[in-house]
């Protein structure tokens, strides 16, 4: 049976990974073609996660210039209402970023768009 040497310091633990892990900062850079695309929104009450998640899939598909998302998980729950008639994407995002008090921006290089929990200076 193998002891420890009292004199030897235990190992440290290895250490947990960030429970809310920094996101890269990046401008609201407006320069691919989804954000060309306009779109109507009308909801009442809607979850804003849902909204942002299904409006960047469905502004996508219509300009063949699909994005991934991130950040996403990191907001805080809340609910949306809005009617809107031939919005782009970033003018819905600026929208729904106002009302939940959070902010985005895009890597147009590696399509990502990135959601941030608060708004930025």
């Given at each position: 049976?193998?002891?420890?040497?009292?004199a030897?310091?235990?190992?440290?633990?290895?250490?947990?990974?960030?429970?809310?892990?920094?996101?890269p900062?990046?401008?609201?850079?407006?320069?691919?073609?989804?954000?060309?695309?306009m779109?109507?929104?009308?909801?009442?009450?809607?979850?804003?996660?849902?909204?942002l998640s299904?409006s960047i899939?469905v502004?996508?598909?219509?300009?063949?210039?699909?994005?991934?998302?991130?950040?996403?998980?990191?907001?805080p729950?809340?609910?949306?209402?809005l009617?809107?008639d031939?919005?782009?994407?970033?003018e819905?995002?600026d929208?729904?970023a106002?009302?939940?008090?959070t902010?985005?921006?895009?890597d147009?290089q590696?399509?990502?768009?990135?959601?941030?929990?608060?708004?930025?200076q």
């Amino acid at each position: 049976m193998k002891t420890q040497d009292p004199a030897q310091p235990t190992p440290a633990a290895p250490a947990a990974p960030p429970t809310n892990p920094t996101l890269p900062i990046f401008p609201k850079d407006t320069s691919s073609a989804i954000f060309m695309v306009m779109k109507t929104w009308e909801c009442e009450n809607y979850d804003g996660k849902t909204l942002l998640s299904h409006s960047i899939n469905v502004y996508g598909q219509e300009a063949e210039d699909p994005f991934t998302i991130q950040g996403l998980d990191q907001l805080p729950s809340f609910a949306v209402t809005l009617k809107e008639d031939d919005i782009t994407l970033d003018e819905l995002l600026d929208i729904v970023a106002q009302k939940s008090n959070t902010d985005w921006g895009v890597d147009i290089q590696q399509k990502i768009i990135y959601f941030y929990p608060a708004p930025r200076q």
